[in-house]
């Protein structure tokens, strides 16, 4: 079985203007991470997730009260490593990432 490992995320631009990004990953629907992110920003994130098949990564800038989430972009893999770029709703995001 393949397991993906999510390396690191860096932050080019946020989403947010008015606060930090609260990041949201998931990966084939379950939530793996969660980062409050600014500009700038890179964290380590030496997350390994199990798939069979593919894994669909998804991340979202998480809102609250009456506001809905934030889609900022998803990316399917099945084998190999690079960096994902996520650039939806005027944000820009790098994930480095690896299946093993």
Sequence with gaps: MPTL???????I??????????VVIKVNGAV???????????????EY???????????????Y????DDFLGAHTVRRGSGVLEFTGDDAHYKLSYAVE
């Design 5 to 11: 490992h999510l390396k690191k995320i860096k932050c």
């Design 13 to 22: 631009e946020q989403e947010d203007w008015t606060f930090h990004d609260d």
């Design 32 to 46: 793996v991470n969660f980062h409050s992110m600014d500009a700038g920003d890179t964290d380590t994130l030496d």
């Design 49 to 63: 997730v199990n798939f069979t098949g593919k894994a669909l990564i998804q991340i979202y800038e998480a809102d």
């Design 65 to 68: 009260g009456d506001d809905d």
